[in-house]
């Protein structure tokens, strides 16, 4: 990974994390207080981020949760034979982050996937990687077609 793309990968990291907890703990019944803004800010102290990493990780965080209902029901109309809350919840968490870069911000497809597999290869489980490809290609591809992009 180059020096320049690390900060970025960072602050996926960092926010993907973020939105596992907040998800994990919403699941638990943890208190309606702790907002997403609780949880990033008790788990990226765990993250030796720079300013400019800190903020894309939170920009991203508070971006799936203004987005989330949108984001969701995207996945789920990609994600044959998958409901969103039985997913597994690393694979759900990829999936809402780098949806949202898809969807919201200019970073190229190929850039957001290839980040999301990589994230799914180092918190999911053995299949993750391939489920997170074949989804989010399928958003990507649907982006495109909806754009009048020419998709192969």
Request: glycine share 6%; no cysteine; proline share 4%.
């Amino acid at each position: 990974m180059s020096a320049r793309s690390a900060p970025r990968h960072q602050s996926r990291r960092a926010a993907l994390q973020v939105l596992y907890a907040a998800d994990v703990g919403a699941r638990a019944g943890e208190p309606a207080g702790s907002s997403w803004t609780l949880v990033f800010d008790r788990v990226a102290a765990h993250f030796d981020l720079h300013g400019g990493a800190h903020a894309f990780a939170k920009e991203l965080v508070q971006g799936v949760e203004a987005h989330r209902a949108e984001i969701d029901a995207r996945i789920a109309s990609h994600a044959r034979n998958w409901r969103i809350e039985r997913m597994a919840a690393v694979d759900r968490n990829v999936l809402r982050l780098a949806a949202y870069e898809l969807l919201y911000t200019a970073t190229p497809h190929s850039v957001v996937i290839d980040e999301a597999v990589d994230l799914a290869r180092e918190f999911g489980s053995d299949p993750s990687p391939a489920f997170i490809n074949g989804v989010l290609d399928a958003l990507a591809r649907g982006l495109r077609e909806a754009s009048g992009e020419v998709v192969p």
